[in-house]
């Protein structure tokens, strides 16, 4: 029998997607014509791997073109890896690894600087060189308890600023170009095309997702620029004594400015008949729990890896950011796949970068996958060599590199692909 991975054909299309859902254990039935007809005008077939087994699809691997913001601003060119899937009865047998080689190799060929990817198990990418980058966090605010004012006006800043609820039409007007100055400012964060913007206002979602509208708000800053989107959608729930207990769940919330961020939360916590807050996947240093007048009424539901990262190119990866301070270091970096290791001078600044190839003793020896997790600035060089993944070869190396490779906030990504 011929497992071998291969590209996948418009007409094997549909059993592709129905493998994806057999994987994710979502459905096994047949998938609408209308939503391969969606699906496949947003898919670069030439980047999805299938494997067939008597002419059913077993195994399904996809990716697609991302921009990675890093620390600074600057951005690199991502591999994002999605739609991986292995049907239960095929597991085990390497066929995962096969396609990860094959993606990793066309990626590194193409001259994406990383690989990028939202782990649905801890387990699973380690292996193949990716590490956690970025990690989330999730908050419930019980609202009654946080000590804001049920008599304030909204934003309750006096900035002159104002929030008005849009469209999902709006939302398609305006999001580009308010996630392209957040993208700008916040390392983690990867590009949005079109689809993404549509998807999330209802265009062209597949029925069986059920969509419900949700409600959008904008914050415009004094001077009228829109610096703030929230989306958020509300459940209908009444307590025996007529007592609201409704929570809102919160979709998005991007911001351009701190202003408009504290608007916004301000905001999605005092709307009446709001007692509960479910903030969805946050930077686990977000504005919001200290923003509260009672910070402990925010109860942490979630706190986990994120956006994994692997290094394809050592040179522009880390030329492609700033640093903290000035310093040169030398990191041998081992890489089993033979796809990006080697012993590189890397001289940081605040202002950038350079880094090359060297022949002069390694300060640090660490696997490509701990540069993964080191990139955006979220892990700690000192906690690594504890951990023993990251070996010290000069005294005060890991402690330098934490002082350098560290940002001023935590690394987010915003977004699940
Ligand atoms: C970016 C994304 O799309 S994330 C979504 C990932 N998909 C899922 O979680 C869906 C459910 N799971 C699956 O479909 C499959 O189990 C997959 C895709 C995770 C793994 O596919 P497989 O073909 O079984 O993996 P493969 O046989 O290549 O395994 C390679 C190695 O990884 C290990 N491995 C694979 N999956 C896991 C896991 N979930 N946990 C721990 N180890 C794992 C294997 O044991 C094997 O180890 P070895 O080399 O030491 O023997």
Same mark, same amino acid.
């Given at each position: ?85 292995? *049907? ?59 000590? &804001? ?24 007007? &305006? ?77 998005? &919330? ?104 060297? *022949? ?42 934490? *002082? ?14």
């Amino acid at each position: 029998m011929n497992l071998d991975p291969r590209t996948v054909s418009a007409a094997e299309f549909p059993d592709w997607i129905r493998a994806v859902g057999t994987g994710f254990l979502r459905s096994s039935g047949p998938v609408p014509e209308e939503e391969v007809a969606v699906r496949l005008a947003h898919t670069d077939l030439a980047r999805v791997q299938g494997v067939f087994d008597g002419g059913r699809c077993v195994a399904t691997f996809r990716s697609f073109a991302q921009e990675l913001t890093v620390v600074g601003g600057a951005t690199v060119p991502a591999d994002a890896i999605t739609g991986v899937t292995v *049907t239960p009865t095929h597991r085990r047998r390497g066929l995962l690894g096969r396609m990860m080689a094959a993606d990793l190799a066309a990626a590194k060929e193409r001259g994406d600087v990383v690989a990028s990817l939202i782990a649905a198990e801890y387990p699973i990418y380690g292996r193949y060189g990716f590490g956690p980058a970025s990690w989330t966090a999730e908050w419930e605010i019980d609202v009654p308890r946080a000590g &804001l004012d049920p008599r304030a006006r909204v934003p309750s800043e006096a900035d002159g600023g104002r929030i008005e609820l849009v469209e999902g039409a709006d939302v398609r007007k &305006l999001g580009p170009e308010l996630h392209g100055r957040l993208a700008a400012r916040q390392h983690g964060v990867v590009s949005r095309d079109e689809r993404w913007w549509e998807r999330s206002t209802g265009v062209d979602v597949p029925a069986s997702e059920a969509w419900k509208e949700p409600f959008h708000a904008v914050y415009r800053s004094a001077d009228g620029e829109t610096d703030g989107l929230i989306t958020y959608r509300a459940d209908d729930h009444w307590g025996d004594r007529k007592q609201p207990l409704n929570t809102a769940t919160v979709a998005g &919330l991007i911001a351009a400015s701190p202003a408009a961020e504290r608007a916004l939360w301000r905001f999605v916590c005092s709307i009446d008949w709001i007692t509960t807050v479910r903030t969805g996947h946050r930077a686990p240093d977000d504005l919001l729990p200290l923003l509260l007048p009672d910070p402990r009424a925010a109860r942490v539901v979630t706190q986990a890896d994120w956006l994994w990262l692997r290094v394809l190119d050592v040179p522009r990866a880390l030329e492609a950011r700033t640093y903290a301070s000035e310093a040169a270091l030398v990191l041998d970096v081992r890489d089993a796949s033979g796809l990006a290791g080697g012993r590189f001078l890397l001289e940081a600044s605040p202002s950038g970068a350079s880094c090359a190839p060297t *022949t002069r003793d390694a300060d640090l020896a660490l696997d490509v996958a701990e540069l993964g997790a080191l990139l955006l600035g979220d892990e700690s060089p000192v906690r690594l060599a504890a951990l023993g993944r990251l070996d010290e070869h000069r005294a005060g190396a890991a402690a330098l590199a934490d *002082t350098v490779f560290r940002a001023p906030r935590r690394a987010w990504c915003p977004d699940v692909f």
